[in-house]
Every structure is written in structure tokens, then in C-alpha cells.
């Protein structure tokens, strides 16, 4: 089945409605010679006079006044689809289902979805919160809010906000054991590990991992913000667990100079899924509210 050739129906339209060819082309912002020729090319493809035309005017005849009810239906019907398009971006309904890592989820992301959800109350949200990397295909998400290094090339990203590792120690830890100036002094220090036994910097432009040790490790990134907190030792962890801390002077940064640059925080989704407008909007609320949180 041949699809129909839609081309000089919006000029023919115009004419019909304007009743003349220099109106109709001042209302669709083109020459009045291109709307002249795309209706007569119309006229020439349905082998029928549509207008009569004379010096002082324009009007259609009986074909062309058939004709262009069935057009104007067409056209309307078109603006309503648009219309509707535009409905369902604006207020999305059906479901959605996140993941975000428990404690920056409980922290800045669930606030977000909350808010989101109280703006669009037709939704349906799953949000799952999870330091396990789910599978977001096979477990069925639609959007995975991730923190740094992303490695997962199957996947689309999006940045949504920034986000810079500081190594920082209370002053009473300070005070009692002094503080580290290079790399390699760490190792004098108690470190307070999370689930990994190096801390990741910057030197000369080339990435370094560096091995600490001490005596308190938690897959938990509060539990090492209360230790350091309590003058327990050294730790590293993204600004924000210790930017309030470190603006009231509970915290002092340290090794500022082999800071990683600033690694992100995204939005990721399947590159073989089709980004939904809810998801979208979602995305973009992120987007303009996260660097609040």
C-alpha cells in the first residue's frame, strides 16, 4: 500500500483559508512563488482544478471545497496527536523502576523521586536501592543512578551533577598524629577503609592507586564519616558525605593536590532502549535539582 504524498496539502490549506496565495505564504513564512507552485503541483498530481483564480481573487471549487474539508480534518487530527504527544510529556503516567546505591539514594535520590512523584501523581515508581550493579535489562529498569567510573559500555550515560573525592581527618586526629603531605606518608596513617584496600589519585596527570591499610574497614560510607568524625583515622570519601563537615571545620582536606578530578554522578539506561519522554523528564528533573542535594 502506497503511502500518501502529503506535500502543498499545509499550502493548499492556507490558500483555501486566507484566500489568497500572498497571505498564504506570509502565514506560512515562505515565498509566495514556492506556495504558487507546490499547489499546482498538487493540482497536477489529483488531476483536478482545486481554485478558481482571477486578478482580484481566490476561491476553491467544488472539488477543491471537498477536498479541503477532508484536508482540514487530516491537519486537525495531526495538531491533536501533537497536541497529545506533548500531553503525555508533560504529565507522565505508567511505571517507572530506578536503582540508585543505598546511602546517596536515601540521601539525594529518593528526596528527587519523591518530589517528582508528588509533581506527577499518575506515575507508578519501583525504586530500588542497591550497591549490588543490577542488571538493567534483564531486571527490567528503566533508568540506574550511578556514582565515578562507569565501565559498563553497553549502557548510555548521562551526567547529572558533579562529584570530587576528598581524603580528610578530624583536627583531633590531626593534633595527636600530624598530617600526611605526600602519597607515600599515608602509610604511617590509619586509614578507614570501605570496600576496597586503595584510595585513588592524581599525580602528573596519571591516575595512581594507592594501598592503605587501618583498622576499622565498613562497606558503609556514614559508619567511616562518624569514625572520622571521632579522630579514628584518615578518610576518603565524596563531598557529599564530608562538604558540610568540611565548611564547619569538623574535617580538614588533605592531599588536595593529588585529587581525581571530579568523576560524576549519571544517569544510565540501555543503549538499546528507547529513552521514554517520562524518562526524559525524569533525567531532566535529576539534572536541575540533584546539585541541590
Excluded at 90 to 96: A, E, F, I, R, V
Excluded at 117 to 138: F, G, H, I, K, T
Excluded at 179 to 187: G, Q
Aim: with cysteine; glycine share 6%.
Amino acid at each position: 500500500m502506497n503511502m500518501p504524498d502529503w506535500s502543498g496539502v499545509s499550502e493548499f490549506v492556507a490558500v483555501a483559508e486566507t484566500e489568497s496565495f500572498t497571505a498564504a505564504s506570509q502565514r506560512l513564512h515562505i515565498s509566495t512563488a514556492q506556495v504558487s507552485r507546490q499547489v499546482s503541483a498538487l493540482e497536477l498530481r489529483l488531476s483536478a482544478k482545486l481554485f478558481h483564480r482571477t486578478t482580484r481573487k481566490v476561491s476553491l471549487t467544488e472539488v477543491g471545497a471537498t477536498y479541503y474539508q477532508h484536508c482540514r480534518q487530516v491537519l486537525d487530527g495531526l495538531a491533536d496527536a501533537e497536541r497529545a504527544i506533548s500531553n503525555l510529556q508533560s504529565t507522565p503516567k505508567g511505571k517507572l523502576k530506578i536503582t540508585a546505591p543505598i546511602t546517596y539514594g536515601e540521601r539525594s535520590v529518593a528526596p528527587l523521586v519523591n518530589d517528582f512523584v508528588a509533581l506527577y501523581p499518575d506515575l507508578e515508581v519501583q525504586l530500588v536501592l542497591s550497591n549490588r550493579q543490577v542488571d538493567m535489562v534483564d531486571e527490567g529498569f528503566d533508568l540506574a543512578i550511578r556514582l565515578g567510573q562507569l565501565a559498563d559500555s553497553r549502557m548510555v550515560a548521562k551526567r547529572l551533577a558533579g562529584r570530587q573525592q576528598y581524603v580528610c581527618a578530624a583536627p583531633s586526629y590531626l593534633t595527636a598524629f600530624g598530617a600526611p603531605y605526600s602519597l607515600a606518608e599515608l602509610d604511617r596513617h590509619n586509614c578507614l577503609l570501605g570496600t576496597l584496600d586503595y584510595w585513588r589519585f592524581q599525580e602528573k596527570d596519571k591516575a595512581r592507586n594507592i594501598r592503605v591499610t587501618g583498622n576499622l574497614r565498613c562497606n558503609s560510607g556514614p559508619v567511616l564519616l562518624d569514625a572520622a568524625l571521632k579522630g579514628l583515622g584518615v578518610v576518603q570519601l565524596p563531598d557529599y558525605y564530608v562538604q558540610q563537615y568540611i565548611d564547619d571545620g569538623r574535617l580538614i582536606t588533605l592531599l588536595n593536590q593529588f585529587n581525581e578530578p571530579d568523576d560524576g554522578i549519571w544517569a544510565v539506561y540501555p543503549q538499546n532502549r528507547h529513552l521514554s519522554p517520562k524518562v526524559r523528564l525524569l533525567v531532566d528533573y535529576f539534572v536541575a535539582n540533584l546539585g541541590n542535594h
